[in-house]
């Protein structure tokens, strides 16, 4: 048999290269594919409407069947689709800093969010930046690099995704208790917007789903802890590896 796959799909506004950290501690055990979503890094720009269906169709033919699926905020809905509605696609699921189900007031945020975006973009790249990485002691390099990922989107392009991140959670909840393969949640203790207790939502409502919550860590797992998010992924995906 050959390596495992894993597929690592990034965060709204991101491209694959914010995975580089994991990836680099990965390399040696797995066959890694990062594609980057639509909309994202050198794709073309997604019109008003685009859905998770679509993000999530926009990469499936880069999968192949029985990948362990590793998602990243938007990435973990893109994953949780595609487990759901692609069968035998996803040998597991793993889900990082995903939100789940959100309240009346964390979606008022969202939303709140969204609409900074739509009317002063660069407000809404300088907030994600420091709801992302302020007090984290993370590499300026790496912050830049972030900063430099957002700021260089699509305006309108980003918007139409930041839009499905914001709703699709929604869309999902009903559905969860139907993904039947082994699942992770794994989130950052101070990640304001991915909570703990969101990640707690998604390990109930998933049929076979642990969770696991890493201290002293915000939003950015994948740049911010790479080596306890690895650390979780392989425990997981080795337990399942019968899979």
Do not use: K
């Amino acid at each position: 048999m050959g390596e495992p796959t894993l597929v690592l799909l990034h965060g709204v506004g991101l491209d694959h290269t914010v995975w580089e950290p994991v990836a680099e501690l990965l390399a040696d055990r797995y066959t890694l594919i990062t594609p980057d979503l639509p909309g994202h890094g050198a794709r073309p720009p997604v019109p008003a409407g685009t859905t998770l269906a679509d993000l999530s169709e926009g990469v499936v033919g880069e999968i192949p069947p029985g990948s362990h699926l590793v998602g990243f905020s938007l990435g973990a809905l893109v994953a949780q689709y595609l487990a759901l509605h692609r069968p035998g696609l996803a040998a597991t699921l793993t889900s990082v800093s995903s939100v789940c189900r959100r309240t009346e007031a964390e979606r008022t945020a969202v939303l709140s969010r969204l609409r900074t975006a739509q009317v002063d973009f660069e407000a809404s790249t300088a907030a994600s930046i420091d709801r992302w990485y302020e007090g984290t002691g993370v590499d300026p390099e790496w912050v830049r690099r972030t900063r430099e990922t957002l700021a260089g989107n699509d305006i309108d392009s980003f918007v139409n995704c930041y839009r499905v991140f914001a709703t699709a959670d929604a869309d999902l909840a009903p559905a969860l208790g139907d993904i039947t393969v082994p699942a992770l949640a794994v989130t950052g203790a101070d990640d304001p917007g991915s909570t703990p207790e969101m990640t707690h939502r998604l390990a109930t409502a998933l049929p076979d789903c642990r969770e696991v919550i890493i201290p002293n860590a915000r939003h950015m797992l994948p740049v911010q802890r790479p080596r306890e998010l690895v650390a979780a992924i392989t425990t997981f995906i080795g337990e399942h590896a019968h899979v």
